[in-house]
Nanobody, 124 residues
Framework: QVQLVESGGGLVQAGGSLRLSCAAS????????MGWFRQAPGKEREFVAA????????SYADSVKGRFSISRDNAKNTVYVQMNSLKPEDTAVYYC?????????????????WGQGTQVTVSS
């Protein structure tokens, strides 16, 4: 089992940047595919990005491609998402999640462990 704690959310103006972090407990962090999701009020939770165990070949939602970058540091048990050129429509609670399977998934139901989320608000 792994526990996930997100941090780094906040209020930022449109066009600004934020970097979210997700710290994982346990000694098996490198065995999980890690993902970021977000959920805006009244909307379903949606996939943002995912990264493989080794940190190569990240996957992104079309809505964030070219603006967001996911990375991980297995020595620090931490996954990050750098968010640039933020837009008001990026406003949401952002969650990190861990997947024990060997394939990238974009559906929330396919992820096994979740953090509590961190709020990102982008003002226009």
């Amino acid at each position: 089992q792994v526990q996930l704690v997100e941090s780094g959310g906040g209020l930022v103006q449109a066009g600004g940047s934020l970097r979210l972090s997700c710290a994982a407990s346990g000694r098996t962090f490198s065995s999980y595919i890690m993902g970021w999701f977000r959920q805006a009020p009244g909307k379903e939770r949606e996939f943002v990005a995912a990264i493989s165990r080794s940190g190569v070949n990240p996957s992104y939602a079309d809505s964030v491609k070219g603006r967001f970058s996911i990375s991980r540091d297995n020595a620090k048990n931490t996954v990050y998402v750098q968010m640039n050129s933020l837009k008001p429509e990026d406003t949401a609670v952002y969650y990190c999640a861990a997947d024990t399977s060997i394939y990238f998934h974009t559906r929330p139901d396919d992820y096994d462990y979740w953090g509590q989320g961190t709020q990102v608000t982008v003002s226009s």
